[in-house]
């Protein structure tokens, strides 16, 4: 089957540690994005990435860090410089270049700090 | 600043009504305008895309845009109990070729009363 997953789904950190949210893709999109949501809120955009080895800074990307060696992978790391780490994290892919970019969403890790 | 608002609700509808869901956005740039559904703890799932003016079917979802008001909403016709979730008005604000960020919403929490 064909689909988004991200692992753990659930993640609790201490204060001060960093942590890294998996995401991979068999959906062999190009296009891969991390947005954060907080409760009642809608989503914000971390980073996304278009292309292997190519990544941008979305609206809130401070404190986050991402790569994209893999065209299946797209690993965030939650550093210890980010203020406020505690939400619903989500990534996303989608086949660029058509002009329309639907996004497909993996089920989505809930980070808390303790 | 980009900006997508929608009424937080929540919106009560009776069973077999129709349910009308309203979105406004800032930017006049704006090429491509989803709607997700987001059942209480879950990821966001795509149910409905529209690209042109005027009005997009499919089955019991019905999507408007009008650009020139910047507008986009979703009917949902014979409502079920089962249309209970949050609904997020999504709108990609890029100016160019690729795949950017989608702009989100908070959210629309509709209610469907049996």
């Known amino acids: 089957d064909g689909g988004i997953t991200q692992s753990p789904k659930y993640l609790f950190r201490k204060e001060g540690q960093n942590v890294t949210l998996s995401c991979e893709q068999n959906?062999?999109?190009?296009?891969m994005y991390w947005y954060r949501q907080d409760p009642g809120q809608g989503l914000r955009l971390i980073y996304y990435?278009?292309?292997?080895?190519?990544?941008q800074k979305g609206d809130i990307a401070e404190g986050y860090s991402v790569s994209r060696e893999k065209k299946e992978s797209f690993p965030l790391t939650v550093t210890s410089a980010q203020k406020n780490p505690t939400a619903f994290y989500l990534c996303?892919?989608?086949?660029?270049?058509?002009?329309?970019?639907?996004?497909?969403f993996g089920p989505g890790t809930r980070l808390t700090v303790l | 600043q980009k900006e997508v608002e929608q009424n937080s609700g929540p919106l009560s509808v009776p069973e077999g009504a129709i349910a009308s869901l309203n979105c406004t956005y800032s930017?006049?740039?704006?090429?491509?305008f989803f709607w997700y559904r987001q059942y209480s703890g879950k990821s966001p799932e795509l149910i409905m895309s529209?690209?042109?003016?005027g009005d997009k079917e499919d089955g019991r979802f019905t999507a408007q845009l009008n650009k020139a008001s910047q507008y986009v909403s979703l009917l949902i016709r014979d409502s079920q109990p089962s249309d209970s979730a949050t609904y997020l008005c999504?709108?990609?604000?890029?100016?160019?070729?690729?795949?950017?960020?989608?702009?989100f919403g908070k959210g629309t929490h509709l209610i469907i009363q049996p």
């Open positions: 996303a892919s989608s086949i660029p270049g058509l002009g329309y970019n639907e996004q497909f």
């Open positions: 959906l062999n999109h190009d296009a």
């Open positions: 990435s278009q292309i292997v080895n190519d990544f």
């Open positions: 930017d006049r740039v704006s090429q491509s």
């Open positions: 529209i690209y042109s003016n």
């Open positions: 999504a709108v990609n604000m890029y100016s160019g070729g690729g795949a950017d960020g989608l702009t």
